[in-house]
């Protein structure tokens, strides 16, 4: 049983594995903020994609040489989560801090944008 790269108590195939997999959806704009984030971590950028609103959503989502290390979460509200995800680039580390919008479309949660700090 491996941690979940979202940094929750459970492990990977019971917190963020089965959003990935589409056998429940998210429940909260953090929920699948914490999603998309274990997405990027484990290479699951179908999951990302399909996550992200289609009004913003890219044409693609494309690999990156980032190794995702962990993930703070800052505050969450209804639909906007301020998280701190840290990573590491060519050994040297880093830290993305963004607030991410989410909105319900279809009775599902997607990423719509997020202002960087």
Avoid: K, N
């Amino acid at each position: 049983m491996s941690a979940c790269p979202c940094g929750a108590a459970e492990s990977f195939s019971r917190c963020c594995q089965p959003l990935h997999r589409g056998e429940r959806q998210a429940g909260t704009a953090e929920e699948l903020m914490r999603s998309r984030y274990s997405a990027y971590a484990v290479g699951d950028l179908d999951y990302v994609w399909r996550t992200w609103h289609p009004r913003t959503r890219p044409a693609e989502v494309v690999p990156s040489d980032v190794e995702w290390v962990s993930l703070e979460i800052v505050d969450a509200s209804d639909d906007e989560v301020e998280f701190r995800a840290h990573y590491r680039r060519e050994g040297r580390p880093g830290t993305l801090h963004e607030r991410s919008r989410f909105a319900v479309r279809a009775r599902r949660w997607f990423y719509v944008d997020g202002d960087l700090f």
